[in-house]
């Protein structure tokens, strides 16, 4: 095996572990009731969801045609495939979803990059 393989197997489950102990954190906050469950879905619901959205379209770490996009069952998960960095940890969107509040940024231009796209 090579050893790059090994380090990213590596890499892989320290973020696995990252987003493991982020979501740990996010339930003791629950059930601690400093942060509510949505009644709707029964995930946290923070007062307010500060999001960014870069020019590709992503919210949060989550990128389109992910198969992250689909995750409804965690709170945290990791993206170890992303376009971006390698290995990433984000809320999932139903937890996203669920903010009492959220404020969406645009990332939407950098010097020599101009994409609008996404937004219409």
């Given at each position: 095996m090579a050893a790059t393989s090994m380090f990213n197997e590596h890499e892989k489950r320290k973020t696995e572990a990252a987003a493991d102990d982020y979501e740990t954190c996010v339930k003791h906050l629950v059930k601690n009731k400093i942060v509510d469950l949505s009644d709707a879905n029964r995930f946290p619901k923070f007062d307010l969801m500060l999001l960014g959205m870069g020019p590709d379209g992503h919210v949060a770490s989550l990128f389109p045609g992910h198969p992250r996009l689909e995750e409804n069952k965690q709170w945290v998960t990791c993206v170890?495939?992303?376009p971006?960095?390698?290995?990433?940890i984000t809320f999932t969107f139903p937890v996203t979803n669920s903010g009492n509040s959220s404020v969406l940024i645009l990332h939407l231009w950098r010097p020599g990059l101009v994409k609008t796209h996404p937004v219409h």
């Open positions: 170890e495939d992303s971006k960095p390698p290995e990433e």
